[in-house]
T-cell receptor, first 114, second 111 residues
């Protein structure tokens, strides 16, 4: 499945570093999402973008900064993270109005914060 | 609020065994229901879905029926294979763009 791609697949960073996660969808969708998957916890929705506009911020700390330059690309900028932010970060996309509720996920970026 | 409860894992079966993973939900309104699968080292893949009561979703030999009266969406497969080893997530969508996931059930199939 190559409909939603994410880079990098793995990332190790220190607490003072700045890095960015990238997501690209090739499905013609207009909505994109960031999720966090931590061990032993349900998936947590972080952000939702519709037609490049942020429509949901699920009380995410400001050290996570999303950016959506167009409907196909989504970034998550990371700075001064904490070790508890180590997790799998998943991107997803969907097509509002057509199979509106079905979200398609990328392979994720596994992040380790030291 | 809306919630999904899955049977606790891990679940370990032998190849060709019958599989059931239980999923029940709590929601206002009439949600769509989903099963996603996550293979080791990968993201979530949509396995099947059902959008209204009594619908049956099916894919790759897996089936689940939307049971409104019991608020359930149990996942079944008649004969599992080693390649089915993965984590399975039940989810509901009760509002636009709002997926609520269960905690996941890890399935291991031994040859």
């Amino acid at each position: 499945e190559t409909g939603v791609t994410q880079t990098p697949r793995h990332l190790v960073m220190g607490m003072t570093n700045k890095k960015s996660l990238k997501c690209e969808q090739h499905l013609g969708h207009n909505a994109m999402y960031w999720y966090k998957q931590s061990a032993k916890k349900p998936l947590e929705l972080m952000f939702v973008y519709n037609f490049k506009e942020q429509t949901e911020n699920n009380s995410v700390p400001s050290r996570f900064s999303p950016e959506c330059p167009n409907s196909s690309h989504l970034f998550l900028h990371l700075h001064t993270l904490q070790p508890e932010d180590s997790a799998l970060y998943l991107c997803a996309s969907s097509h509002p109005g057509l199979e509106q509720e079905t979200q398609y996920f990328g392979p994720g970026t596994r992040l380790l914060v030291l | 609020g809306d919630s999904v409860t899955q049977m606790e894992g891990p679940v370990t079966l032998s190849e060709e065994a019958f599989l059931t993973i239980n999923c029940t939900y709590t929601a206002t309104g009439y949600p769509s229901l989903f099963w996603y699968v996550q293979y080791p080292g990968e993201g979530l893949q949509l396995l099947l879905k059902a959008t209204k009561a009594d619908d049956k979703g099916s894919n790759k030999g897996f089936e689940a029926t939307y049971r409104k009266e019991t608020t359930s969406f149990h996942l079944e497969k008649g004969s599992v294979q080693v390649s089915d080893s993965a984590v399975y997530f039940c989810a509901l969508s009760a509002a636009a763009q709002k997926l609520v996931f269960g905690q996941g059930t890890r399935l291991t199939i031994n040859p």
